[in-house]
């Protein structure tokens, strides 16, 4: 198993931009899905960016490609979450998750069972 932290959330304008960072400790030299999900007032926890540790490829819902950048650090076992260009939608409390065990088909959301706490990010027209 392993334990998410995230840290970095806050309160920015339109156009603004963030980096969300969320230490990994535990078993991380399992192989895993590692993402970040986002849970806007209101609404449904959805996905914004994941990536497999065996592979490179990450992807990124449409609504913050382009804009969001999702990466790790393998030495201090942190992945970050840089969002630019930020908008009043982006307003969500933005969790890091694992799924622990998984290589490949990173989209199945329901293996993704290890959560951090959250954190909030606040974007103001």
């Known amino acids: 198993q392993v334990h998410l932290e995230e840290t970095g959330g806050g309160s920015v304008q339109t156009g603004g931009s963030l980096r969300l960072s969320c230490s990994v400790s535990?078993?991380?030299?399992?192989?895993?899905?590692l993402g970040w999900f986002r849970r806007p007032p209101g609404k449904e926890r959805e996905n914004v960016a994941y990536f497999s540790t065996t592979s490179a490829a990450t992807q990124y819902a449409d609504s913050v490609k382009g804009r969001f950048t999702i990466s790790r650090d393998n030495d201090k076992n942190i992945i970050y979450l840089e969002m630019n260009n930020l908008i009043p939608e982006d307003t969500a409390i933005y969790s890091c998750?694992?799924?622990?065990?998984?290589?490949?088909?990173?989209?199945?959301?329901?293996?993704?069972?290890?959560w951090g706490q959250g954190t909030q990010v606040t974007v103001s027209s």
């Open positions: 535990g078993d991380t030299d399992a192989a895993m899905c």
């Open positions: 998750s694992a799924a622990v065990g998984w290589m490949d088909n990173c989209a199945v959301w329901n293996r993704y069972t290890s």
